[in-house]
Structure formats: C-alpha cells, structure tokens
C-alpha cells in the first residue's frame, strides 16, 4: 500500500478516520477509567462528535460511493460534525483561560443527569455554558491541555474528510 494518505482510495481513506477517531475514543475511556478523571459535560458532547464522525466514516467506507457526489456528501458531512466538534472543544479551551472565579461553581451532575432533568435542549445549552469543571487542566501533552489537542484532531479529520470527498479520482 502506498504510504501517501492522500493517494489511498476513499474506501481506505475513511477507514482510516473511523480508525482514528476509534483510537480517540478508546484513549477517551482510559484517561476516564484507567486514570480516574471524570469527563466534564464539554468532554461528553466532544465524545458524541467523535464517535458520530467515526460512524459516519465507517459508513462511508462500507458504502463506497462510485459518483463524486456521494464522496463528497460524506466528506462534507464528516467535515461539518469535525466544525461542531472544534467549536465545542475551543469553547473548552477558552473556558480553561477564564479565572476560575469568574465561572459557575461546579455542578457535580453528569451529561446524563443534566438530559433527565432539563430536557435535551437545555442540557446541551447548560453544557456549552461550563462551569468551574470544565476549566480544570487535569492533563497537558506539550504544554497544551486536551480540549486543545481534540480540537487539533478535529480540525485534520475534517480536512482529511474534505480531502477524500472532494478529490478527483
């Protein structure tokens, strides 16, 4: 296999950003378990993204689309969830600049209680908001903490979906 990325075949292209957002999910789930650190709602809705990006490529994949335009639906789908996941994650990062002080107190309640009791809409609107949980820095690689890094990833695999769906081939 040529290792040029850009020189795969959609199929195997996006097969590779399911494999990739599987393996952010999968480290997802041992800083959670294996390192102990609860995820703040923020972390939650990141996770939602992620995995509906990998579906959506493993569909693609599955699929395969023999016209261009069906190649570039899926890229541009998987595009525009990547742009809803790096919005939510840089909101997350802006919330870790803030003074702690200047944020709500921490609410102690989950993604999952927060959809029981408010209704989806407003748990999601309650989420974006954050609170004095979503700015603790727990983890840093490099200096940067990882609502930074998730949206670094975000951003490659929507231009890597948009590279795929969107080439002439």
Known sequence: ?????????????????????????????????????LPCPLCVLQRFVFAAMGLLGLLAALHNPAGRGGRAAYGLGIAGLAALGASIAMRHAWLQMQPISALPSCSGQGLGYMWEALGPIDAIAASLAGSADCAKIDWTFLGLSMPVWTSVCFVLLGLGALAA?????
Not at 16 to 22: L, Q, R
Not at 165 to 169: E, Q, Y
């Open 165 to 169: 769906g969107l080439r002439r081939r």
């Open 1 to 37: 296999m040529n290792p040029n990325p850009f020189a795969w075949s959609f199929r195997v292209q996006m097969l590779f950003g399911f494999a990739v957002c599987a393996a952010l999910l999968g480290f997802a789930l041992y800083v959670e378990h294996g390192m102990f650190m």
